[in-house]
T-cell receptor, first 112, second 114 residues
């Protein structure tokens, strides 16, 4: 079945550094979503991508829908301590219902 | 507007018992999805309800069941609890037409089975 891989699994960076993470799959998706989960809370949607090649920004966050529709990238510029959390990618499929597959997550730690 | 409310936040149960978790979606949202989150397996889809009907189901044993009421509130039930059922159970609601991009998650119920 469909499965998503996220890399890196975890990362430790200095405050102010830029961050890059990606999500890959052997399957094609219609939608790519990026969520962030703070400790003790549910995931919150950061960016939604709907078309192959689409590049979308949300403040310091930029995400891209890969041309092959099998991958997506998330970049965070000038990281700050509140960026700490787990970042999940999710691939969406349009069938008779909306099927969503979540990746295993990338854990981000920011060192002040 | 009020967010997705899950109750209780924390629960400790004994192996073999059953448990019921509750989710109140955002007002106007008719779709409710449930996920199990564990450190090793990530977010695993349990089921989705829309207008009181189960529309989609993940790969979980029959011990996991759910339902949705006419006011869109949803409950999930786990019978004959096993140690491996210990997890954070998340509920997400959305307007049907927004699909997954419109998911709003609750804070979850942390279930510990001892």
């Amino acid at each position: 079945g469909q499965q998503l891989n996220q890399s890196p699994q975890s990362m430790f960076i200095q405050e102010g550094e830029d961050v890059s993470m990606n999500c890959t799959s052997s399957s094609i998706f219609n939608t790519w979503l990026w969520y962030k989960q703070d400790p003790g809370e549910g995931p919150v949607l950061l960016i939604a991508l709907y078309k192959a090649g689409e590049l979308t920004s949300n403040g310091r966050l930029t995400a891209q829908f890969g041309i092959t529709r099998k991958d997506s990238f998330l970049n965070i510029s000038a990281s700050i301590p509140s960026d700490v959390g787990i970042y999940f990618c999710a691939g969406g499929l349009k069938t008779s219902y909306d099927k969503v597959i979540f990746g295993p997550g990338t854990s981000l730690s920011v060192i002040p | 507007k009020a967010g997705v409310t899950q109750t209780p936040r924390y629960l400790i149960k004994t192996r073999g018992q059953q448990v019921t978790l509750s989710c109140s979606p955002i007002s106007g949202h008719r779709s409710v999805s449930w996920y199990q989150q564990t450190p090793g397996q990530g977010l695993q889809f349990l089921f989705e309800y829309f207008s009181e009907t189960q529309r989609n189901k993940g790969n979980f044993p029959g011990r996991f069941s759910g339902r949705q009421f006419s006011n869109s509130r949803s409950e999930m039930n786990v019978s004959t609890l096993e140690l491996g059922d210990s997890a954070l159970y998340l509920c997400a609601s959305s307007l049907a037409r927004e699909g997954a991009a419109g998911y709003t998650f609750g804070s979850g119920t942390r279930l510990t089975v001892v």
